[in-house]
């Protein structure tokens, strides 16, 4: 099934056209309204008449976190203030958020696209759709919001501020049909039915759509057996859209990514020469019909691959994998890179583990240690076990060592605690070392 | 159906278009607003081949369009209705018509010519009416209809008009757009260059707004008249209106 079939199966020659027309359209507007990219393309003497086609989009500078944090809150914006009728920002790891601003159109736009990523994992206006992603600055709530109200879905606006049993109340008595939130927040949902000594046959879940964080497929099957339910990758960028950026379809193989929208590029983040597909490198998007919050060529600083063939499901759009980290969190310590989702994903194959991590480095006697702190899962049989816990210990240490070489400390914390360290993202990375 | 790429043109040296890419669907309903001296007129009367393009491409059913004379871009298929209608004074309704589809007779497919004859006459009937008289003696409106019908004659598959509603009294526009938007069905694309927006979106599916030779939006009808910046430029509201809509 799809949304808007016509435009989601464009045969390439028309999609490219579309794009290029967009583009230049784009690249007018923001010539003119944008004072940051006019000054940029004045000094480097670009002339963005001169964009005739997808390939020069390729000789044009990039715009990075720090420009737009430069730019804050309206610095960027491609309409005046008066036309944007709604603002999000980004959550910002570091520095300064991003505010991002939305005019009619786009929020049409959005809206459009979320709905047609929810009618590509099987959700209709059948289904009761409760979002369980924060409503707030962040665009997921929000995103999700929009978009199953336009499919015209029953929406469960439960946000993520309740309580996991709550969560599971609403879930059970308004039988709820799709789930979306972050996975780690759908694995705190099935660790709490657990609890009630639920099944997952007690509810009526068929879908979830995951997605804000960086997952793993080994997750991916623990939620799903836990919660009862087919479980899709999504991606979003507050920078570029929010959720609606890409997903995946019912084949899951990889995430389409709108391309009537969005030009996606992979680069290699050192260089900023562009890759080709199958390889992987740092995603890039320039966005070509926003009107609010345009962007040129933006760095998201995910890590992934745009892959190459067609999908079964009939959808033209290119497909990018997983995200496989950020560029810009990269560790290096004992001689080895690594990224920490790679660590953590590791640990996630671990049962008895949650998959939160928090990853301490420091220096002692002239080399790096490397400390994992992650929590049990007080679903462990032997929870209490210290005889069975180091055991656990040893094996996680053993396999860090032998899979990615290094050789790390490995502290049992509360699980409480550790949520609070890592937040959202899942992981954390704390460099004492510079000390 | 109609795909335009970088398309730039202009007079001597006076460069107007700036690299405009444009495309029609079969069956669509596009519209070109802007306003006067954007370079609509330039860039329809490019596609029409009575101007060469200086580079670009224009490509009408995948098939190459630039730089062939306006008898044969009639002739494969896609007409132009200009800009003030340029009926032949002189001459009578019928003798407009009949030159319209001078590439049928040319050809000798003088049944042809004659059947879409019938057709112009039943989708505008006052023609038939005064098909005798001479058309510098009709009204603007009905000078209007006969170049529209002097364009159906060659029975194209793209229907280009410059600025119909141009000079005409508002009801009449009415009238004339939507003969335009019933010629749909039968089977003809339209793309339609007016700087009446709000007429012009009322009846298209999508649009491109021109600025100097440029085109800085693309996007649905709806799109466009939610747009507020076409709001202010083409569609003459004023930010307190927009603000108190």
Known sequence: ?435 | MLRVRNLEAGYNKLRVLRGISIHVGAGEIVTVIGANGAGKSTFLNTVAGLLQPLSGEIEFDDQPLGRISPFNVVARGCALVPEGRLVFAPLSVAENLTLGAYHQYRRRRKALAEQQLERVYALFPVLRERRSQLAGTLSGGEQQMLAIGRALMAGPRLLMLDEPSMGLAPLIVKSILETIAGLRKDGVTILLVEQNSKAALGIADRGYVMETGSIVLEGTAEELLNNNEVQRAYLGKEYQSIAER
């Open chain 1, 1 to 435: 099934m799809m949304y808007d079939a016509a435009t989601e199966s464009l045969a390439r020659a028309e999609l490219t056209q579309l794009q290029i027309e967009r583009l230049q359209a784009m690249l007018r507007r923001v010539y003119r309204n944008v004072a940051f990219y006019r000054t940029r393309f004045d000094q480097l003497g670009i002339d963005v008449e001169q964009v005739r086609d997808l390939e020069a989009l390729q000789q044009l500078p990039c715009t990075t976190r720090a420009d737009l944090q430069a730019a804050y809150p309206y610095g960027m914006f491609g309409v005046p203030l008066r036309d944007i009728v709604r603002l999000h920002a980004s959550s910002g790891t570091t520095g300064k958020p991003t505010v991002v601003g939305y005019t009619r159109n786009d929020l049409q736009h959005w809206s459009a696209l979320v709905a047609r990523q929810l009618v590509s994992v099987g959700v209709s206006e059948h289904d009761i759709v409760q979002i369980a992603f924060s409503y707030s600055l962040f665009t997921g709530g929000l995103g999700f919001h929009y978009g199953a109200e336009l499919l015209g879905a029953a929406v469960v606006p439960a946000s993520s501020g309740a309580n996991a049993a709550d969560q599971l109340a609403i879930m059970r008595d308004y039988k709820t049909t799709v789930l979306a939130g972050t996975p780690s927040y759908a694995l705190t949902i099935a660790t709490a039915l657990e609890e009630q000594s639920l099944h997952p046959e007690e509810l009526n879940l068929r879908v979830g759509v995951f997605g804000a964080e960086p997952w793993s497929e080994a997750l991916r099957e623990r939620i799903e057996t836990k919660l009862g339910l087919r479980a899709y990758d999504t991606y979003g960028v507050s920078e570029i859209m929010g959720p609606g950026v890409a997903a995946e379809c019912e084949q899951r193989c990889g995430m389409h990514i709108n391309e009537d929208h969005f030009i996606a590029e992979i680069i290699d983040p050192l260089t900023e020469i562009n890759r080709g597909t199958g390889e992987e490198g740092e995603l890039v998007f320039t966005t070509i019909t926003k009107e609010g919050f345009p962007v040129i060529r933006y760095r998201t600083g995910d890590l992934a691959v745009l892959l190459d063939g067609d999908c079964d499901c009939g959808r033209t759009f290119v497909r990018m994998g997983r995200v496989e980290g950020r560029t810009d969190d990269l560790v290096m310590a004992q001689g080895i890179k690594f990224m920490p989702s790679q660590l953590r994903e590791v640990l996630m194959r671990q049962r008895w583990i949650r998959p939160d991590t928090a990853i301490v480095l420091d220096r002692k006697d002239g080399s790096d240690t490397i400390e994992v702190q992650v929590a049990v899962s007080e679903e462990a049989p032997f929870f209490d076990e210290i005889s069975r816990v180091s055991e656990l210990r040893a094996e996680i240490v053993r396999t860090l060592r032998t899979e990615m070489g290094i050789s790390v400390k490995l502290t049992f914390v509360e699980s409480a605690t550790l949520r609070q360290k890592v937040g959202t993202k899942g992981v954390s990375v704390t460099d004492h070392r510079q000390r």
